[in-house]
């Protein structure tokens, strides 16, 4: 049960003003947020870094960051009132992301035609060996979100975040879709990752999806879901992985689609195609 | 325009509206591009003034808005550095019109290709669905990207300014090595064609440098050097890469990327830049925000207030 102080309101029940508090956005960080039962969820959206910041980042990354980088966006689920003195909190940001991508490139993907490419620049320059500091181009992150210092940890368990509560139609109290970074991997397909929020009178949910298609190499979706039932304090946290050649998917989409380009632009149609590799569910009470 | 059988002022009027030309005219306009471009150098040279335009994305109405900006043709003078299409919502309109100006005022207007005016890139970008999705087939893209593969590859102004619209290569080191790549044809994975159309500068190098993903350049600060040494020029003006401030100088002001899609996607919130080359070759950014059409033909697709609400799981 919950540690909070505030008694939750009962399930379902009327919410009143003290339940919902939306602050629509502030001056100071150009974000709005929503308090309902004791959890705040914030976002925040601000234009791509600028130079400066872009160089900041780089720094404390050591790998350049991608083309379109929303560094000040922020999503953040906050359990208040309490009477803590430092509140649970996880956020979703860029750069908590971009430091789990892999800076060693042991494991780096290549563009299909790199084989040709460096076959045909062998015999041209042999002189330029250099490579750019390796690093995973894709930006590929098991991001499952940062918690605040000391907070209480996710535990495993068996039990799933519940599809049946989210599928009803309760009203949505706040929505919100963020984005936290974006890469063309340089015309060779896409990475991206955002959040999606949407916050109901007894409980909310977040996606984080990270989507990159390699053209002509592979598919691949992490997803990290955060599911909070408000009444009992619950959180439950999915992280599930997705992936699949890219021979194997286009074998599996239907030959009369004239639209293929858009489906493989769009994750979300693009999660019918690919098979889950792996699925690890945790959860914690607060 | 001899031998057109359409009326160029009537079709940039409309084009100015937003409104599309049918198939049969955008066939013609192409057929008729091809012959002018057909004729370009490899590298074209122009005199200033001039104003630089960098990558445009299908922004249309951030294109009508850098004509307000900068003056309209054939009063102001435009280079195009390239990627008219892909990622914004009107690249069918914007490259109509493009086109329909180099076809009027060919002296005054210059167009370069992007690594986007490509046939690969245009099916994965955006381009190929939105002709689809307008015309109900893929003919007009046919048309458009028949003709990109006459656009020409560079530009020097004043015999003294290059302009590009990825960078340098390692297989060029004089512009004449520019003007005898055989250019008509899809741009390659590889070799000096792809390079210009794609490399990058690295500011924390002095040489080139192979990219992590296994495929193309970055170029360092003595490979910008050398490269103006050696063919006499003074800068070089390039775009392909987004920045938020709308443009970023390098190499001690050898080297300017310019960049005019301003909210980039509708979503990055960056600044634009347009580069003013006066007619004594001084450069001048000319700094913009995004037009006021793109949010009332909705679009912020990073919205702030009115989020689409949905049900996702």
């Known amino acids: 049960m919950s540690s909070s102080s505030m008694p939750p309101p009962p399930p379902g029940g009327p919410l009143t003003a003290k339940d919902v508090q939306a602050v629509m956005p502030s001056a100071v960080d150009a974000g709005k947020s929503v308090t309902v039962a004791g959890f705040k969820v914030t976002t925040r959206k601000l234009p791509i870094l600028n130079a400066t910041e872009i160089e900041e980042m780089t720094e404390k990354l050591g790998i350049a960051p991608p083309e379109m980088i929303f560094g000040n966006n922020v999503v953040a689920i906050e359990k208040v009132g309490s009477g803590e003195e430092t509140p649970w909190k996880i956020e979703f940001h860029a750069l908590g992301a971009l430091d789990l991508v892999d800076k060693t490139g042991s494991d780096m993907l290549k563009v299909a035609y790199s084989a040709a490419w460096q076959k045909q620049r062998e015999r041209m320059h042999e002189g330029i060996k250099e490579v750019v500091k390796p690093f995973d181009w894709t930006y590929s992150t098991n991001y499952k979100g940062t918690l605040s210092p000391g907070a209480k940890q996710f535990e495993a368990t068996q039990e799933q975040i519940p599809l049946d509560k989210l599928r009803r139609p309760d009203p949505i109290l706040f929505f919100d879709d963020v984005m936290l970074y974006e890469d063309e991997l340089a015309d060779n397909g896409m990475s991206i990752?955002?959040?999606?929020?949407?916050?109901m009178p007894a409980r909310l949910l977040l996606l984080a999806r990270f989507y990159m298609r390699l053209d002509d190499v592979v598919f691949r979706i992490r997803d990290t879901r955060?599911?909070?039932?408000?009444?009992?304090?619950?959180?439950?946290?999915?992280?599930q992985e997705r992936e699949d050649s890219y021979e194997n998917v286009k074998k599996n989409?239907?030959?009369?689609?004239?639209?293929?380009?858009?489906?493989?632009?769009?994750?979300?149609?693009?999660?019918?195609?690919?098979?889950?590799r792996s699925t690890v569910t945790e959860k914690l009470v607060l | 325009m001899p031998g057109l059988p359409v009326d160029l002022d009537a079709c940039i009027e409309r084009l100015y509206k937003r409104e599309l030309l049918a198939e049969p005219v955008i066939e013609a306009i192409c057929a008729k591009?091809?012959?002018?471009?057909?004729?370009?150098?490899?590298?074209?040279?122009?005199?200033?003034?001039?104003?630089?335009?960098?990558?445009?994305?299908?922004?249309?109405?951030?294109?009508?808005?850098?004509?307000?900006?900068?003056?309209?043709?054939?009063?102001?003078?435009?280079?195009?550095?390239?990627?008219?299409?892909?990622?914004?919502?009107?690249?069918?309109?914007?490259?109509?019109?493009?086109?329909?100006?180099?076809?009027?005022?060919?002296?005054?207007?210059?167009?370069?290709?992007?690594?986007?005016?490509?046939?690969?890139?245009?099916?994965?970008?955006?381009?190929?669905?939105?002709?689809?999705?307008?015309?109900?087939?893929?003919?007009?893209w046919h048309?458009?990207?028949?003709?990109?593969?006459?656009?020409?590859?560079?530009?020097?102004?004043?015999?003294?300014?290059?302009?590009?619209?990825?960078?340098?290569?390692?297989?060029?080191?004089?512009?004449?090595?520019?003007?005898?790549?055989?250019?008509?044809?899809?741009?390659?994975?590889?070799?000096?064609?792809?390079?210009?159309?794609w490399s990058?500068?690295?500011?924390?190098?002095?040489e080139f440098a192979l990219s992590p993903r296994g495929a193309g350049y970055t170029f360092g600060a003595q490979v910008v050097k050398k490269f103006l040494e050696i063919n006499d020029f003074s800068h070089i003006l390039r775009a392909h890469q987004l920045c938020q401030e709308g443009y970023q100088v390098l190499y001690e002001d050898r080297l300017s990327t310019v960049w005019s899609a301003p909210n980039y996607c509708y979503r990055c919130g960056n600044l634009a830049s347009v580069l003013e080359v006066d007619d004594l070759g001084a450069r001048f950014f000319n700094v913009f925000d995004q037009a006021p059409e793109n949010a009332e033909n909705r679009i912020d697709q990073q919205p702030t207030e009115k989020a689409q609400v949905e049900y996702f799981l």
């Not at chain 2, 002296?107 to 690969?120: K, M």
């Not at chain 2, 990058?200 to 002095?206: H, K, L, N």
């Open chain 1, 193 to 199: 990752l955002s959040v999606k929020v949407r916050v």
């Open chain 1, 226 to 239: 955060v599911f909070v039932e408000f009444a009992e304090g619950t959180v439950i946290r999915e992280y």
């Open chain 1, 253 to 276: 989409f239907p030959p009369y689609r004239e639209d293929v380009p858009a489906i493989m632009r769009d994750a979300n149609q693009m999660t019918e195609y690919l098979p889950v």
């Open chain 2, 33 to 140: 591009t091809k012959e002018l471009l057909m004729r370009e150098s490899n590298v074209v040279h122009i005199l200033s003034p001039v104003t630089v335009v960098g990558d445009i994305h299908g922004q249309f109405y951030d294109l009508l808005e850098i004509f307000r900006i900068g003056g309209f043709c054939p009063d102001t003078n435009y280079l195009f550095l390239g990627d008219y299409v892909d990622r914004g919502l009107f690249s069918v309109e914007t490259i109509s019109l493009l086109v329909c100006l180099k076809l009027r005022y060919p002296n005054r207007v210059h167009l370069i290709r992007g690594n986007h005016e490509s046939r690969g890139v245009t099916q994965s970008y955006g381009f190929y669905t939105e002709c689809v999705r307008k015309y109900g087939s893929a003919g007009v």
């Open chain 2, 143 to 197: 048309h458009f990207t028949d003709m990109f593969d006459f656009l020409t590859l560079s530009v020097v102004i004043n015999n003294d300014i290059f302009c590009v619209h990825g960078g340098l290569s390692p297989s060029i080191h004089s512009i004449d090595q520019i003007k005898i790549i055989d250019r008509f044809r899809e741009i390659p994975h590889e070799g000096p064609m792809a390079d210009l159309v």
């Open chain 2, 200 to 206: 990058d500068p690295d500011a924390d190098r002095d």
